[in-house]
Nanobody, 120 residues
Framework: QVQLVESGGGLVQPGGSLRLSCIVS????????MRWYRQAPGKQRELVAS???????YIADSVKGRFAISRDNAKKTAYLQMNTLKPEDTAIYYC??????????????WGQGTQVTVSS
């Protein structure tokens, strides 16, 4: 059973920083693309950032220049570094990943989410 577990959320003042982590555990043969989504109250879930196995990244325009995604394949972990946080970044942040537990096939998994609140 594969699990994605996020950590690192919390309450931060505007202009502050947080780093989210997403650890993949269980019967993991390979990890492909990893992504971070967020969902604010009353809004649709949106893609914030993604990273491929080779390290190619995508960052949404709304957070470009402030957020960065990275991964440590040996640790089976993806990160989201969030700087210069704004109140509008307040949301539940979800980790998402394409994980193979056997060769030649993968399944898309979601983490349980971690709350990020930006407020003074």
């Amino acid at each position: 059973q594969v699990q994605l577990v996020e950590s690192g959320g919390g309450l931060v003042q505007p202009g502050g920083s947080l780093r989210l982590s997403c650890i993949v555990s269980g019967n993991v043969f390979n990890i492909y693309a990893m992504r971070w989504y967020r969902q604010a109250p009353g809004k649709q879930r949106e893609l914030v950032a993604s990273i491929t196995t080779s390290g190619s990244t995508y960052i949404a325009d709304s957070v470009k220049g402030r957020f960065a995604i990275s991964r440590d394949n040996a640790k089976k972990t993806a990160y989201l570094q969030m700087n210069t946080l704004k109140p509008e970044d307040t949301a539940i942040y979800y980790c998402n990943g394409d994980v193979a537990d056997i060769p030649g096939s993968f399944t898309n998994y979601w983490g349980q989410g971690t709350q990020v609140t930006v407020s003074s």
